[in-house]
């Protein structure tokens, strides 16, 4: 293909077709009108001889086996194109306007989004920063379906491929109020734990089988009275004036105590620390940009204050 009688614009409209299904959504993500961006998808499906997109239920479309198959290659070669335009240009803190996208769950926005705010407001005034609630990454759909620059958590499943460092470590507490009748026992056992009704956290679609539960029936027991929530402030939040109990981290758990008259004791069962990381795509991994945000949510996560 001759490529100077080619507009490379073209590359960057197909690329937004691929990822919304939608040609309204794809033009706002472009910056086009609906008619342009049908006329734009109607020169695309002259060049590949496919249409590319079928009408499917409701407003989206369904991409053809073609158009699924030009998905990594057509946000590869994009990724190139930004590389070769942009990989001299020196990110400057003080100067920069650059939107950052970060991916957290509600935890990790607690223990690091107030300290993140607080020097980006000093060091880098008109940066902006967008937060995208993300508890899972076991494939690379969150970096391509969003403009997601990096996404904090402990992902076990998450690519082999993406990058990835250590933030910070936190270890399982149990809560409850401070007068709660488990607190009375100078040694707590799993088998105390399990005689009382908890509100459980889970993250995930179905949340019938939490962590606790599993740590339970590992150990032969059964609570069958219990609350099941998904964020784990709103498990803290539900605990004074009950006795309900929570299993939750010690970040996250401290700063509220005081406040809600609550009580944290370690688990009375093994619990692995919860690891945070950061995780990004290689070809971000030399922007001065990102290496820039990324060496700062290290350092705040390594402070206490």
């Known amino acids: 293909m001759n490529l100077s009688g080619l507009n490379l614009n073209l590359l960057v409209a197909l690329d937004a077709l691929l990822v919304e299904c939608h040609v309204t959504s794809a033009g706002k993500r472009v910056g086009l009108s609906q008619p342009a961006m049908s006329t734009v998808l109607k020169q695309l499906r002259e060049i590949y ?124 507490v149990c809560v409850a109020r401070k007068e709660h009748a488990l607190f009375k026992r100078k040694k707590i056992t799993i088998a105390d734990l399990a005689k009382h009704k908890h509100v459980m956290v889970s993250y995930m679609d179905d949340p019938q089988d939490t962590f606790l539960d599993q740590i339970f029936r590992e150990h032969g027991l059964n609570v069958t009275t219990r609350f099941v929530v998904p964020h784990a402030l709103m498990a803290l939040y539900v605990l004074p004036g009950t006795d309900l109990v929570t299993h939750t981290v010690s970040k996250i758990a401290e700063p509220l105590l005081t406040a809600l008259k609550l009580r944290a004791i370690d688990s009375p069962f093994f619990c692995p620390d919860y690891v945070a990381n950061q995780y990004w795509q290689p070809r971000h991994n030399n922007d001065s940009g990102h290496q820039w945000m990324r060496q700062l949510i290290k350092d705040l996560a390594n402070r206490d204050d």
């Open 49 to 172: 001889h496919d249409e590319l997109l079928l009408r499917g239920q409701g407003s989206r479309m369904q991409l053809t086996d073609l158009a699924l198959s030009l998905r990594e290659p057509v946000r590869t070669a994009l990724q190139q194109v930004e590389i070769a335009f942009s990989g001299h240009q020196i990110f400057e803190a003080k100067t920069s306007s650059r939107t950052f996208h970060v991916g957290m769950s509600d935890y990790i926005s607690f223990v690091l989004l107030p300290k993140l705010i607080k020097r980006l407001s000093r060091e880098a005034p008109d940066v902006k920063l967008v937060i995208h609630h993300i508890n899972r990454l076991s494939s690379y759909q969150p970096f391509e379906s969003q403009p997601i620059d990096l996404i904090l958590g402990n992902f076990a499943k998450a690519p082999r491929s993406l990058m990835c460092q250590r933030l910070f470590s936190d270890k399982g």
